[in-house]
């Protein structure tokens, strides 16, 4: 009697293998429920009785292999019992599959991710095909997790530990040809041959991988040595107050074997932290903002740029990485050069040197000085100065020449939609779209109402920031909008500390000590002292006076990063400081402070929908402390008023009710 599952099927050839399909019941992705893991686990036991000549496990889906576990059932757990109970599920069944007396083999397309590449590492074999999607991962400590399913165990063993422990501490992910290089996949593949190259590959009898002799000796007798190296540079990036997940993984390694079950301590610390509980907020947050995008029937393929500068020439360059065909506007070829240039640059990086695929790219950019590619753009972005009529004259220009369908978008960060909109005839069609600086690195994307904006423009916009997987948060059109409406307050306060004597290294310490990944000094730096003087000027009105150091240095032409000079002397891209010395109790939530302020005002006025999509904004937009949960929620949580910490300030308190 055959017996049916209802997230797996198996399929038997003629040479014996036994092909497992995971294709999780309603659901558009594979994750690896408790419920598909009991399915899995009675499986294998039925192999046990009756073995395949070999097994192959492919995703039925075309979505990816499996991206993880079940985000929502780790959510739900309630008590250290639970906690346990998930951990050896997955586990124990894992290591049935790595002690599988037939050869097994993971046939991996798309994503693989957490608790999909600690299935493909419980095979002997792995084949991984040779495209874009795939991209193999171990992202738990993302999520103040560890890899507790036997990634921790099995990835050191098969390609050693340093290039396991880089992967794991960090989170990041390798695409197919990496995978193969670092000996993580056994062969890489096109699409066409994939499973015809799994079925040779499992019948082979190829010994699995086995490391050098070196290599074992790190991952065994000299583990400790190993650990305590990259407990050290864990430790300049992350500090195990906000993030303990990192430092857990080193522990388990090193002194249970990646063994997740026998690290009871190590784990309950992870599973009952508040980091892991906010850092899955922060997913959480991340997939209600990616919900924004899905516009299912507007897919742009062609966009014109108006602005060659840094910001519209590395926007015009993302779209033309992201597959789009792109048209770039300014006065002359002379002046876009420049922007294909830095694209160059970015595409050689971001494309690791593939000289054909870059080549791909840069014929996607197209110098456009006289606009002729806004006639049959899906979306137009303009990007020039921030003048208010040399905008509304070029959306006039623009609304005449574009498509009636096409996205009509500002990336204005300082003007009023409504003062630009009421040159159009249609002023419906003008939304923001409005990016961050540095492009391809910022993942958030603000989507701007204005008074008339169209929904159905504000959709296709927010389709439009998904295709280029950055995260539309929608805002309505105010003075900085979210980000810059709680940064300039932020920025601002931090200035007035130092013009009070406080050496920045000093400020720039007690905010890192807090948790941001940027002291507000290097970040004003790194923005430029004129652009921060200009914003401050748009947010607050020409009454609020900068602060006279500021305007000393914007006047000497130190205007941070850019010049070489600013607060801090740049050299080769860094910023050159002194010894920070101790920070003066309570900076950090002087400074702090008016960034919460400005958040619940932000949500009090509407600028953004709710609390949680302005932690998600803040976060995404400024990189705000997400061990926190983001500002709002940091405030709920009892803001600084922790054991040992000061009382939240009055005025906050004050605005939370």
């Known amino acids: ?26 659901s558009a992705a594979n994750t690896l429920s408790a419920e598909a893991l009991d399915e899995l686990a009675r499986i294998l036991a039925a192999f046990e009785a009756a073995p395949p000549a070999g097994l192959i496990v492919a995703s039925a889906k075309s979505a990816g292999f499996i991206a993880g576990a079940d985000i929502h059932e780790f959510s739900a757990l309630d008590s250290p019992a639970a906690a ?31 608790g999909g590449l600690e299935l493909a590492l419980a095979c002997r074999y792995r084949v991984v095909v040779d495209e874009p999607a795939t991209r193999l991962a171990l992202p738990e400590v993302m999520l103040g997790i560890v890899p507790g399913w036997g990634g921790m165990k099995r990835l050191p063993a098969l390609i050693g530990p340093a290039p396991a422990l880089d992967l794991m501490l960090t989170g990041k992910g390798v695409d197919a040809r990496r995978a193969k290089r670092i000996g993580l996949a056994d062969e890489c593949v096109p699409e066409r041959v994939m499973e015809n190259a799994a079925r040779m590959l499992v019948l082979s009898g190829r010994p699995a991988h086995r490391l050098p002799l070196l290599l074992r000796l790190l991952n065994g007798p000299l583990k400790a040595v190993v650990a305590r190296q990259a407990r050290k540079q864990v430790a300049r990036r992350a500090r195990p107050q906000h993030y303990p997940a990192p430092y857990a993984i080193l522990d388990i390694w090193a002194r249970h074997g990646g063994n997740a079950l026998a690290a009871e301590r190590e784990m309950a610390t992870i599973l009952g932290s508040p980091t892991a509980q906010n850092l899955v907020r922060v997913f959480f947050l991340q997939e209600r903002l990616k919900g924004f995008g899905k516009d299912g029937g507007f897919a742009p393929r ?14 015009a360059a993302w779209c033309a990485l992201r597959g789009m065909t792109v048209t770039l506007q300014d006065q002359s070829v002379e002046r876009i050069a420049p922007a294909i240039a830095r694209a160059t640059k970015l595409y050689d990086r971001k494309l690791r040197g593939d000289a054909r695929q870059v080549r ?62 009421n040159a159009l005839k249609s002023p419906s069609r003008l939304v923001g779209i409005h990016f961050f600086n540095p492009v391809a690195m910022m993942p ?45 307050p932020y920025m601002l306060e931090a200035l007035r500390c130092v013009e009070e004597g406080i050496a920045p290294e000093t400020v720039d310490e007690a905010l890192v000590a807090f948790g941001m990944p940027m002291g507000p000094i290097e970040l004003v730096d ?38 070489g000079q600013g607060y801090y002397r740049w050299v080769a891209g860094r ?29 009090r006025d509407g600028v953004v929908p709710d609390a949680d999509l302005a932690d998600a904004g803040v976060i995404f937009g400024t990189g705000f402390a997400p061990f926190t949960g983001g500002p709002l929620h940091f405030l709920r949580q009892g803001g600084f008023a922790r054991p040992g910490g000061a009382a939240v300030p009055a005025a906050v308190e004050a605005a939370s009710h």
């Not at 017996?3 to 003629?14: F, G, L, M, P, Q």
Request: hydrophobic share 50%.
């Open 84 to 114: 346990r109970a998930l951990i050896a599920r997955g586990w124990n069944t894992f290591e049935r599959l790595a002690a599988a007396r037939y050869p097994t083999l993971a046939l991996v397309r798309g994503h693989c991710l957490g």
């Open 302 to 315: 062609r966009v014109h740029v108006v602005g060659a500068g840094v910001m519209g020439g590395d926007i």
């Open 1 to 26: 009697m055959s017996v049916t599952y209802k997230h797996w099927y198996i399929e038997r050839d003629a040479d014996g293998l036994a092909w497992l399909w995971f294709d999780r019941a309603e």
């Open 444 to 488: 958030l994307v603000e989507v701007v109402e204005g008074a008339e904006s169209d929904a159905g423009a504000l959709s296709r916009a927010a389709a439009f920031v998904r295709a280029l997987d950055k995260l539309p948060l929608p805002v309505k059109s105010a003075p900085g909008f979210l980000v810059n409406a709680v940064l300039g």
């Open 360 to 421: 791909f790219a840069l014929d996607r950019l197209i110098p456009d000085p006289q606009g002729h590619g806004a006639a049959r753009a899906d979306v137009i972005v303009e990007a020039i100065f921030e003048n208010l009529e040399a905008k509304r004259e070029l959306f006039q220009t623009l609304e005449a020449r574009a498509k009636p369908d096409a996205v009509l978008a500002t990336n204005t960060s300082s003007l009023r939609l409504e003062d630009i909109a």
């Open 575 to 603: 910023a050159q400081k002194g010894r920070a010395g101790t920070p003066p109790e309570g900076l950090a939530e002087r400074i702090v402070t008016p960034l919460l302020q400005a958040a619940q005002r932000c949500v």
């Open 526 to 563: 790194t923005v430029g002292l004129d652009i921060a003087v200009a914003a401050g000027k748009a947010l607050a009105g020409e009454a609020a006076e900068p602060p006279k150091k500021l305007l000393d240095l914007v006047a000497a032409g130190h205007l941070g990063r850019k010049s």
